[in-house]
């Protein structure tokens, strides 16, 4: 992920782009309503079981359910509505071991490695950039989630700003078997097309739209064929 060129400029979107999303905003946020009634019987029901009742457990599968579809909802939501930016000075390098520490905390058995990048994150030398606090530790969470479940093994995490150059992140990782995808001028698009699960894409995509609101880019390169 590189951080935007003096060059380069968030994008903008044009007043039927702003529409459109609008209007998927609010479907998004109806059927997240309709969610929540789901849930709220579903909390109704469980009140009213004895502890004892084995029909318990098909009220807390409902609960659980509708807690992911609704979680999906949430990062739908961010690729529609184009939030105001604002411009801060910020340190790359401790955002990353926070959002690191972010998606350990849900990653269960890979918790362990995830603490111990960010051990070593916050050891390395900072590097300051200009953006969005909450944008970029919004990006950085989704791109970590998306590499967590997509990757066989996770090598490396590391923020680097060369002489001249963007600052950029990189995660060096390994993905399953006939993973990569063969379109090499959009990986990143292919992989949004086929890549499982469908979580996984939906957290690749939420990272792609607001590292562009950044005025940076993903891109997905694959040396010695990983």
Known sequence: MAQPSRRRTPIRSTNREDAFASFMGDVVHRLKNKLGGIHGFADLLQKELPEDDPRLRYVQRIQSGVDQVDEMFVRLMKLFRT??????????????????????????ARAAAGVDFAEKLRKAPKIRVTGDPDLLDDTLFHLLDFTCQTAETVWSLSVSAPDGRPAAVTIRYELPENGLPENRSDRIGELLKRVQPVEARISLAVADRLCRLLGGRLKMEAPDSR
């Open 83 to 108: 939030p105001a930016i604002r411009a801060e000075r910020i340190e790359l390098t401790d955002r990353l071991a926070a959002a690191v520490g972010r998606v350990a905390g849900l990653a269960g």
